[in-house]
């Protein structure tokens, strides 16, 4: 094609100049391509190893002289001690050179390829470039701040592919190593002037197949950014090495989902730092002790969204938290520290930084779902272990304002009971008001913390509540918790734990209108009901008994010690106990005593009544209305009015048995009277008082057919005729009926009421034992007084009338005390019946004189002749001497004298008084046979010489 002749001339004008123009072009070319690299490769090189101060090398340095473009290929910075710190693939820049006359730094894109970065943590914690931190500061010379620079960086693209950062932490309590990569980031118009933003994103995955992605934008006048970040299939077991220098706990396993808009800004007096839209998520996480096998916390899930958080403030809100199937196992250790506060305990306590501001947080929905939660407490001696179930938690706006209160709720199972919770919490101020329900709790899993008051074992029972519990604890006199509802115990027994026996039980014990308070402490209930309860009290063979025991009132194995006072003054700081009513159905007390042999088991059943006006106060009054049955069979009931706390004060009950089995106390009769009971039936009807510690009790007893059987060979029992003493009291009809008072203060150590009975009942006997006419003589004898003996004239056998009524009162006791036998034993005494026997002696003497001296039968002396036949008597007893002669005879002796010196000459025979005292015993018998009707087989005349005197005395048998 021809070239137009325009052209031509232009070409052959400015030929020169486009040859010279060529010329330049390539050579700017050969240059480029060529030469620059050439030159700039060992300078790069050489500045780059000044100023890292580390070997660097470049593979392959490219220019492009048409677009400026550069291109560094195999990059590599060496470590001081050997290997790689940083290698670079690739990297290409391409600047906007023109723009520079326009003070820009200007690129239309960096593209950056397979950057690799090693970090290393030694063990002091420095960075492997730490030294390039490090900048040598002048002694003295003041830090000044930066100008604004009039340069501009704009870059249109910056892309990084393929990078890789290699991170490895020895300064952590266990080496920490970890790589992220590859790493996808872009940046695009990047521009430093004033409110520019830039557009960024990051990708990138660890070794552990972490994802990380942040996309947003960046602002460096002022430095800001805000933007969306999304952490995913975090393995937080890997982080460990850092956990364990936080805390003692030791995360076994979990993976973890962060994702989250944030906001920066960091400027002269603006600084933000804030997080919105914070959705975090938790699979599988459990975190134990380090050493421990089983983990303390299990969360299969936990989520948390809707969450945002000023980082400066500090301050975090949280739309909700939600954790499902979680299960939590706490354990307290002997000296009660626990396995959560020590989990989240720091190894090392840090130090609160100067002007540090508390964390403030709110929760807005707080919700765990379907846990199992272990409570393990190693402090008692017995160990508890119980684990709830199915505990649902939830809370409404939890926060750490100390002021802040919220809602929250509970429920949760414990074995086959559950437990319900609803109201006000103020966690920080440890105050509440909660409405709390409970159905079927079991008992037994928490009595080892019994141990310390009571040594009992609790084999079953169930707890019911369903009222209102506030609790304070402020720092306040008025602290406490107080409580409003009903209340129940059903199905309890609780064991003796030293010989686990049934120590008490009951069906059901429920408390309506109860209203509770412990500060200060006071109880007040409308109605107790307690149905079918059952006690037990067990005296051991030491003398102990099961309840001091349980109650921890002596040292173990001993029995109580003997106090000052029986019954103790109400103390002074007495509880605030009120029940308007205490209903008691179907009861039952049982009384086992060990100390005797065979064990005596004595039961009081079928206990029925109210309590009326229960109360603590020092003046009240209340009413008893119970009965029961003793022994099952025989009607009980108690009746009257008593000061509960002050027995000692004001205490007036009745107490009616009516036919209750003596044989249940053959143990006792045995041990004490040395029989066992054969039969009998026991009436009392009793009324005790006691005013102002004066005891007084009128007991009216009634044995009805009480019988002793065998004799018991008993160490303890009484010497006194026990069986007599019984037959005396006891009537024709089988009946013994008397009265036994009981007197006694109770600041005395002696006086226990069953003592006192059993001493009352011993000093009958011994009356008895000691004179038994007396009490004959006082039923039947009227105003004949001593029964024991009938009196005689001198030398009779007649019976006089005072005789004759002890005879009467005699014959009445035979007939009225059928089991007595009576044995009589005549008596005659030389010294009252010597003398009426000598009379009748001297009688006969003066009889045989006269009828010699008549030459006639005997008769009895006229006393116109008594003084002739008494000379004549004296004569022959007395001869007179012969006189001398011429002396005339003395004359006789008055006839008194004649009379008492032959008295004394008389003899009593030993034959004539035992048959004075045979006649005599003869004829009270033949009164009690024919007169008094007495039953011949029960009467006995007896000689055994023991009676003395002109008496025939009496035996009883």
Not at 661 to 678: H, N
């Given at each position: 094609m021809p070239i137009p002749a325009s052209l031509s001339a232009f070409f052959r004008r400015w030929r020169r100049l486009i040859l010279v123009l060529a010329g330049v072009y390539a050579l700017w070319i050969l240059v480029g391509f060529f030469l620059i690299p050439a030159l700039a490769k060992p300078r790069i090189e050489r500045a780059a190893t000044q100023a890292l101060k580390r070997p660097t090398t470049v593979a392959r340095l490219r220019f492009n002289p048409f677009t400026f473009g550069v291109t560094v290929e195999g990059l590599r910075v060496a470590e001081r001690g050997g290997g790689d710190w940083i290698t670079l693939r690739r990297a290409y820049v391409n600047p906007y050179v023109w723009r520079l006359l326009r003070h820009t730094v200007g690129f239309a894109i960096i593209e950056v390829d397979g950057l690799t970065v090693r970090t290393v943590l030694d063990p002091e914690g420095r960075l492997n470039f730490q030294d390039l931190l490090e900048e040598e500061e002048k002694p003295g010379a003041p830090a000044q701040e930066a100008s604004p620079s009039a340069w501009i960086l704009d870059v249109r693209r910056f892309q990084l592919q393929d990078g890789r950062v290699e991170f490895l932490d020895r300064s952590a309590s266990a080496p920490f190593h970890s790589e992220l990569g590859p790493i996808a980031f872009r940046l695009d118009n990047l521009r430093t002037e004033v409110g520019h933003r830039s557009g960024v994103s990051l990708e990138a995955w660890t070794e552990t197949k972490e994802h990380v992605a942040w996309k947003g934008d960046l602002g460096f006048q002022p430095f800001a950014s805000k933007g969306t970040l999304l952490l995913e299939n975090l393995s937080l077991p890997k982080y460990r090495p850092y956990e364990q220098e936080q805390v003692s706990s030791e995360i076994r396993s979990g993976t973890g989902m962060v994702r989250t808009q944030y906001r920066f800004e960091w400027s002269k007096g603006h600084h933000v730092a804030e997080l919105s839209g914070l959705d975090l998520s938790v699979k599988d996480l459990k975190i134990a002790e380090r050493g421990?096998?089983?983990?303390v916390i299990e969360l299969p899930s936990l989520e948390v969204k809707e969450g945002k958080a000023d980082l400066l403030a500090p301050s975090v809100e949280l739309g909700s938290i939600t954790a499902e199937q979680g299960v939590l196992r706490v354990q307290a250790t002997k000296d009660g520290a626990l396995n959560l506060v020590r989990l989240l305990t720091p190894p090392k306590p840090k130090e609160k930084k100067k002007d540090e501001k508390p964390l403030q947080l709110l929760i807005r929905d707080l919700a765990l779902k379907g846990f199992r939660v272990g409570w393990e407490d190693l402090g008692p001696a017995r160990p508890v272990k119980v684990e709830a179930t199915d505990v649902n938690l939830g809370w409404k706006n939890l926060s750490l304002?100390?002021?802040?209160?919220?809602?929250?709720?509970?429920?949760?199972?414990?074995?086959?009971?559950?437990?319900?919770?609803?109201?006000?919490?103020?966690?920080?101020?440890?105050?509440?008001?909660?409405?709390?329900?409970?159905?079927?709790?079991?008992?037994?899993?928490?009595?080892?913390?019994?141990?310390?008051?009571?040594?009992?074992?609790?084999?079953?029972?169930?707890?019911?509540?369903?009222?209102?519990?506030?609790?304070?604890?402020?720092?306040?006199?008025?602290?406490?918790?107080?409580?409003?509802?009903?209340?129940?115990?059903?199905?309890?027994?609780?064991?003796?734990?030293?010989?686990?026996?049934?120590?008490?039980?009951?069906?059901?014990?429920?408390?309506?209108?109860?209203?509770?308070?412990?500060?200060?402490?006071?109880?007040?209930?409308?109605?107790?009901?307690?149905?079918?309860?059952?006690?037990?009290?067990?005296?051991?063979?030491?003398?102990?008994?099961?309840?001091?025991?349980?109650?921890?009132?002596?040292?173990?194995?001993?029995?109580?010690?003997v106090t000052a006072a029986v019954v103790p003054a109400t103390p002074a700081a007495a509880p605030d106990l009120g029940i308007e009513k205490l209903a008691i159905t179907g009861g039952r007390l049982s009384f086992i005593d060990r100390s005797v042999q065979p064990n005596a088991a004595l039961v009081l059943s079928d206990l029925e009544g109210s309590y009326l006006g229960l109360s603590g106060r020092p003046d009240a009054v209340s009413k008893v209305d119970f009965k029961g049955r003793a022994g099952g069979l025989a009607p009980i009931t108690i009746t009257g009015h008593a000061m509960p706390l002050r027995h000692d004060l004001d205490t007036d009950v009745a107490l009616r048995i009516?036919?209750?089995?003596?044989?249940?106390?053959?143990?006792?009769?045995?041990?004490?009277?040395?029989?066992?009971?054969?039969?009998?039936?026991?009436?009392v009807d009793a009324r005790l008082r006691i005013d102002h510690r004066n005891l007084k009790s009128e007991n009216a007893v009634k044995l009805d057919q009480f019988y002793l059987g065998d004799k018991v060979p008993s160490p303890d029992a009484t010497g006194l005729p026990v069986k007599l003493g019984l037959a005396i009291l006891r009537d024709r009809k089988g009946v013994i009926a008397f009265d036994l008072p009981i007197e006694g203060n109770l600041d005395d150590p002696d006086v226990k009421y069953g003592k006192l009975v059993w001493k009352a009942i011993f000093n009958l006997l011994g009356k008895i034992a000691a004179s038994p006419f007396t009490l004959i003589g006082k039923l039947f004898g009227g105003d004949a007084g001593d029964l024991s003996s009938v009196a005689f004239a001198p030398g009779s056998s007649a019976l006089d009338a005072a005789a004759t009524a002890k005879l009467q009162g005699l014959a009445k006791a035979l007939q009225e005390r059928p089991e007595l036998r009576l044995e009589a034993e005549g008596a005659a005494d030389e010294g009252q019946d010597g003398g009426a026997l000598r009379k009748v002696s001297l009688e006969a003497l003066l009889r045989r004189a006269r009828a010699q001296g008549l030459k006639a039968e005997e008769a009895p002396v006229p006393p116109a002749e008594r003084e002739r036949w008494l000379k004549a008597a004296y004569d022959t007893a007395f001869p007179a001497p012969k006189p001398p002669k011429g002396e005339k005879p003395a004359p006789p002796p008055p006839p008194a004298e004649m009379e008492q010196r032959l008295l004394g000459v008389q003899k009593v025979d030993p034959a004539e008084l035992a048959q004075l005292a045979d006649a005599r015993a003869k004829a009270v018998l033949a009164w009690l046979l024919d007169t008094g009707k007495a039953d011949p087989a029960r009467i006995f005349q007896v000689r055994t010489g023991q009676a003395k005197g002109a008496v025939v005395a009496f035996t009883l048998k």
């Open positions: 421990v096998a089983e983990p304002d100390p002021k802040a209160s919220s809602q929250a709720s509970l429920e949760l199972k414990l074995g086959a009971g559950s437990l319900k919770a609803e109201g006000t919490l103020s966690p920080f101020k440890t105050a509440g008001d909660l409405q709390l329900k409970a159905e079927g709790v079991e008992l037994a899993p928490w009595d080892p913390y019994l141990d310390t008051a009571l040594d009992l074992r609790i084999a079953s029972g169930k707890l019911g509540a369903d009222g209102r519990v506030r609790f304070a604890f402020e720092g306040r006199k008025t602290d406490g918790v107080t409580y409003r509802g009903a209340a129940s115990v059903q199905a309890l027994e609780a064991r003796d734990a030293a010989l686990n026996e049934p120590f008490v039980r009951w069906k059901s014990l429920r408390l309506t209108g109860a209203d509770i308070h412990t500060a200060p402490m006071s109880v007040a209930v409308q109605t107790v009901d307690w149905t079918e309860p059952e006690g037990r009290l067990v005296m051991q063979p030491d003398g102990s008994t099961n309840v001091a025991r349980a109650l921890r009132l002596a040292p173990e194995g001993k029995p109580p010690a009516q036919g209750a089995d003596l044989t249940d106390f053959t143990p006792y009769t045995g041990k004490y009277l040395g029989y066992t009971v054969q039969k009998g039936k026991l009436v």
